[in-house]
């Protein structure tokens, strides 16, 4: 059996599943957010009655991140509506963006979009909250009501995004019905060259199967160059799993699995117990690709969708407004270092916005210091504008006031992972996805840049 | 439910993603609120491009559509697992959607609500029909009939029963896999 059909054969308690077999699984974590929590919340009570309690508490985990710094009142009070719920149910993993669990969600705009509006609970983006507070383990089974829910494969379990109905299924009754996919191996050899991120590694892909390539399928990833890879770069390319249409990505456990994932379940007390599941000798693949990793280029992925694909080398002459580093694949510490290495002593030609995907990546950017300045102060200093409110901020547009959202018309180079029309606020503008060095080697110039010309 | 539906169709093209169908901006209603999820059948398709689709799925003003069968191209309902998706379409009036291929959680959110028939066509119908044919679609015999052709569909198979009870809920607790509600 394949990865998946292993954690999905252990979840439903067979002992073989193949492709196609519909199956019970029980649950480890159901993760929902201020987008959608409210409407999934709302089902379970219309379906399971006023007063009906989750089915574990200990599993379900409340992350809002998406519409949280806005005025827009209803975004607000969607924030209350899972603090609510939060304290009914006494669920114990809840990162609220305010202290008080009395209290009301308010914005105050008049403070400005830069300086931090959280207390001590809030964590920022949902994906990259849940392996840091210690909910990722390696042969479990996570659901979340967000596509992006499958970067989780990077800690070799299974995971995917569902929508508010299926998700208030699971509150009330901790399993859901699936369907076995089938998997596509991608098998990576060598290493990336200098330049190269693995952003680029994924973008290729993509290119490669097309944007519904992986429909219905899980992109199971394997060989040496993974094992290269960081837990990092693990999750910017588990994360793209859904930008091909695939059902979840998957990656085989490792020391480096082990060793950081055992880091944080201790760090923050949850469930330390887990069972990875192995790579089997005998697998069958819808579809079987080695990729030579020391052969990719920086990649881009043009407007209007996630495939289409092209080298940052033959896209000079595209003029850019914009850019913008953020996001769950994007807003992660190391994305944002290899970022700053580009800009580092240099200025910024167009407007650039930097958005940290975790309260954490904002602390370790302001700790990380190169010849006495910290990165943060680097990164300000080249004219990034960098806000403190970690969150998902223009990753999806969102409210009108939302930070980097764009209102008109233009063009974006960003290093978060979608990028269909109107993705990022105005239906007429355009975005191009890259990796962060990318972004910043484009942010100098102000077209769209190969980073080798900046990077050793 | 009858079994036939004879309506006007909506015909867009390939990789209409949850951003098209429901632009992000409207996330903050919330689709088991009632008025809320009127308001989100009022926005189902506003995040079009003008200039590629000139008329309205839902004219602005009102909240449900003229349109209850909506045509499509390869991957309809990427991205997003926004369940506010399909339920936009169902919530203007929208019965069904033909498309020649469905993103995986789009398709699997119409089921779970039973707000919609995820059609998948053989043929690549939005190349051959335009928005304001009139069409009509054979439950019974998963046949597109329009402009005097008769399409097949695939069966929906499993999930027909499914959607036919109004979702996953009901469903279950029509064969027994959820107690029925007190
Ligand atoms: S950062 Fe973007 S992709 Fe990630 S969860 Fe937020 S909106 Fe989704």
Redesign the pocket.
């Known amino acids: 059996m394949t990865l998946t059909e292993k954690i999905l054969a252990r979840a439903s308690g067979k002992a073989h599943v193949a492709p196609g077999d519909n199956v019970w699984v029980n649950v480890d974590i159901l993760m929902t957010?201020d987008?959608c929590g409210p409407g999934t919340i709302g089902v379970f009570k219309r379906e399971f009655g006023k007063t009906a309690k989750v089915w574990d508490k200990s599993k379900v985990v409340i992350i809002p991140?998406?519409y949280i710094f806005t005025a827009d009142s209803m975004s607000n009070r969607n924030v209350d509506i899972l603090r609510d719920f939060v304290n009914e149910q006494e669920l114990p993993y809840f990162y609220d963006v305010i202290d008080d669990p009395n209290g009301h969600w308010h914005f105050d705009a008049s403070r400005g979009q830069l300086k931090k509006q959280y207390g001590s609970h809030f964590t920022g983006?949902?994906?990259?909250t849940l392996p840091w507070k210690g909910h990722t383990r390696p042969g479990e089974i996570l659901f979340g009501t967000?596509?992006?829910t499958c970067?989780a494969g990077a800690f070799n379990q299974f995971a995917t995004g569902i929508g508010n109905t299926d998700a208030g299924f699971i509150l009330g009754t901790g399993k859901l019905l699936i369907k076995v996919p089938e998997t596509m191996r991608f098998y990576l050899e060598g290493e990336m060259s200098p330049g190269v991120m693995a952003k680029d590694v994924i973008l290729h892909v993509i290119g490669d199967i097309g944007f519904d390539g992986a429909t219905y399928r899980a992109m199971q990833w394997e060989g040496l160059g993974v094992h290269t890879m960081s837990m990092d770069d693990r999750m910017t390319i588990a994360?793209m799993a859904i930008e091909a249409g695939g059902k979840n990505g998957i990656f085989p456990y490792d020391e480096k699995t082990g060793d950081y994932v055992r880091d944080r379940v201790r760090e923050n007390g949850t469930k330390s117990e887990f069972e990875p599941v192995e790579v089997d000798a005998e697998q069958s693949f819808i579809y079987d690709k080695t990729f030579d990793l020391s052969k990719l280029e920086p990649t881009v992925a043009m407007h209007p969708d996630p495939g289409n694909r092209e080298l940052a080398k033959n896209l000079g002459d595209v003029k850019l407004d914009r850019a913008y580093i953020?996001?769950?694949?994007g807003?992660k510490t190391s994305d944002f270092l290899a970022f700053a290495e580009v800009i580092r002593g240099k200025s910024v030609k167009i407007d650039t916005f930097g958005?940290p995907?975790t309260t954490k990546v904002v602390a370790e950017l302001k700790e990380t210091q190169w010849d006495g300045k910290s990165v943060w102060d680097i990164l300000e200093g080249a004219g990034v504008r960098m806000t403190e409110n970690a969150?998902?901020?223009a990753?999806?547009g969102?409210p009108v006031d939302t930070f980097g959202r764009m209102n008109t018309p233009m063009n974006c180079i960003s290093a978060?992972?979608?990028n269909f029309p109107g993705r990022m606020g105005h239906k007429e503008s355009r975005v191009f996805l890259a990796s962060p060095y990318t972004v910043a080697a484009s942010a100098l110039t102000g077209h769209i840049t190969d980073p080798r010309e900046f990077v050793s | 439910m009858s079994h036939t539906l004879t309506s006007k169709v909506f015909v867009v093209h390939d990789n209409i993603d949850t951003d098209q169908i429901i632009p992000?901006q409207y996330l903050t209603l919330v689709p088991t609120i009632s008025e809320e999820y009127e308001k989100l059948g009022s926005y189902a398709l506003i995040g079009l491009p003008d200039d590629k689709y000139p008329v309205d799925l839902v004219e602005p003003g009102r909240t449900k559509t003229d349109y209850q069968i909506v045509i499509a191209g390869r991957n309809f309902g990427c991205g997003?697992s926004r369940e506010h998706a399909p339920i936009a379409l169902g919530a203007a009036g929208v019965q069904a959607v033909v498309a020649e291929s469905f993103a995986r959680i789009f398709f699997r959110n119409c089921v779970a609500t039973g707000e919609l028939y995820p059609y998948d066509s053989n043929e690549r119908l939005c190349d051959i029909v335009k928005t304001g044919d009139e069409a009509t679609l054979d439950f019974d015999h998963d046949t597109l009939t329009v402009n005097g052709q008769t399409y097949p569909l695939k069966p929906l198979g499993e999930v027909r029963p499914v959607i036919d009870a109004g979702g996953i809920f009901n469903y279950a607790r029509k064969s027994g896999m959820i107690p029925a509600q007190s």
Do not use: F, I, W
């Open positions: 957010h987008v991140d998406h983006v949902c994906h990259t967000d596509s992006h970067m994360n953020g996001s769950c694949t807003g958005v995907a969150s998902c901020a990753c999806l969102g978060t992972n979608r | 992000a997003s």
